[in-house]
């Protein structure tokens, strides 16, 4: 198989390797934390920083972590930047930090992130594993803010950009009093019907693609 190119390594986090759609990885925070666009994108840039980082520091330090302790240590990493985005956004975006509450600490067991490290980064080069865990994360960060979005529009009528700035916007008006448009897509079932229905979209897609090729 021919070797991949840094543009390939990052463009395949957009479509061909998609979380949550394509690698099935990173569920329970894209049902948890997408009841609004700014739930989504907060989650996906805090799991982008800590999967770009983790990754690039793996691969730096491969050929010294022996092999028998590997996972122990990729676990070190990741958490030692997942108590850094904690921090940082407790400090200055504190409105976020709360409302996506402990899922930010369960970064450390996020399946994308330790899978990247045991199948790319412990394998490969900086570059490729740098650009391997920013096309990963911000195909996560894009799929858990469409999903957000649709969610909270649906729910709502409006779409929260950044609640701590009052950036948000009213599109559907709502009557006085009255605080959800449809409530049943900002519970959790909400959340499966979504997601069915965007992976359903996918395969559609992907289907026509195969075809046409």
């Known amino acids: 198989m021919a070797k991949r190119t840094l543009v390939q390594e990052f463009t395949k986090g957009l479509w061909e390797q998609i979380p949550p759609f394509r690698l099935v990885l990173g569920l329970c925070p894209t049902l948890a934390v997408t009841k609004s666009l700014e739930g989504g994108w907060g989650m996906g840039v805090a799991t982008t920083f800590v999967l770009v980082c983790s990754n690039v520091l793996i691969a730096l330090l491969r050929p010294i972590i022996p092999p028998k302790v590997r996972v122990p240590v990729f676990i070190v990493i990741i958490a030692t930047f997942v108590v850094i985005v904690e921090l940082v956004m407790k400090a200055y975006t504190p409105a976020l930090s709360a409302s996506l509450g402990v899922f930010i600490p369960l970064i450390v067991v996020n399946c994308i992130i330790l899978g990247r490290a045991e199948a790319f980064a412990s394998k490969n080069g900086v570059l490729p594993s740098a650009a391997d865990g920013l096309g990963i994360g911000l195909g996560f960060t894009l799929a858990l ?69």
């Open 145 to 213: 803010a469409v999903l957000g979005s649709i969610r909270e529009l649906v729910g709502t009528g409006a779409l929260t950009v950044f609640s701590q700035a009052d950036l948000g916007l009213r599109i559907i008006p709502l009557p006085e009093g009255q605080e959800f448009l449809f409530k049943f897509m900002v519970d959790p079932p909400g959340a499966f019907v979504m997601l069915g229905v965007m992976l359903m979209l996918m395969n559609i897609i992907n289907e026509r693609q195969a075809k046409a090729a």
